[in-house]
């Protein structure tokens, strides 16, 4: 384990996190697990945290008088751990714009729709019910925007007749989530994908669209 330090934000179950300690423990992401933050302290995913000796701490928001002040303490407990990378995980709060400011070019995270199609809550529900023909995850940098930065990849499935609002959240999970994340996580541990002003950059070069499940190396496959 060496290289970028991740710092992994989780509210819940932490099946991303767990894909992400795996692929750090198998060292498919030059990196180095430097924690687990979660703004709730019944997230199953801190154990998942713990079992791999990963650092877990909680900043509940629940004890904070409004989102600067949880945001702030959030921030102070991410710098204990001199994060190169913060990767959102199913974390459901939003932070403010001065927090993003903060992180910016430092911060992404996995949302479970085929941006920019459905920001925000309800994903699954609102690709069903509109008929949608495909559905799927997207890995995103983190801006000012909720859930408006560039897609760095995107992976994406056709939805058919057996699909509905309880079996979907697991397929895109596991079809999707649990191999993208991981590898745009190695991307950016490897120096491969940053974000600069004007959007991202891969291997050199621009990136004019997202990347695909067509693009992972075959270790995230
Ligand atoms: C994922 O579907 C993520 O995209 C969404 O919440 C879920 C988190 O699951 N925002 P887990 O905590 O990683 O198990």
Redesign the pocket.
Known sequence: MTGARIAVL????????QAILDAVAARKIPATLAGVVSNRADAP?LARARAAAVPAVVVPHTAYADRADFDAALLTELERLRPDIVAM??F?RVLGNDAIRRLKGRIVN???SLLPKYRGLHTHRRALEAGDAEHG?SVHYVTEELDGGPVAIQGRFRLGPQDNEQTL?ER??QEV?LKIYPQALAWIARGELRLLAGGLLFRGRPLAAPLTLADLEPEFR
């Open positions: 989780i509210s819940g179950q932490g099946r991303n996190l995913g995980a199913g459901m996995i949302h479970p995850a959240p895109v999970m989530e």
